[in-house]
């Protein structure tokens, strides 16, 4: 018995990582994207209050909710797979 907790607590580290990386990649690719998007249209004004207001919303955004399918997907396939092992 010990021994899927164990294999399931090493799934949420390993799935835990994974996540802080993508959160870190996606969060700085929007970063750049603001960025280039301020230098393409020559805009104006204080560009940190842009990028800050630009993150915000990405903050807010389903995409970054979408994240959290780190998470949910493996869980779901391996339960899955151990009902369909078991009871089929």
């Known amino acids: 018995m010990i021994a899927p907790l164990r294999l399931i607590f090493m799934l ?3 799935l835990t990582v994974i996540y ?23 805009l104006t004004g204080d560009r940190e ?4 207001r630009g993150l915000k919303q990405y903050d807010n955004s389903i995409r970054r909710k979408l994240l959290l399918g780190v998470y949910i997907v493996p869980l779901v396939v391996i339960a899955v797979l151990v009902f369909v092992m078991n009871f089929m």
């Open 20 to 42: 802080i990386v993508l959160s870190l990649w996606s969060r700085s690719t929007r970063r750049r994207k603001l960025n280039d998007y301020w230098d393409r249209k020559g």
């Open 12 to 14: 949420l580290i390993v």
């Open 49 to 52: 209050a842009f990028v800050k």
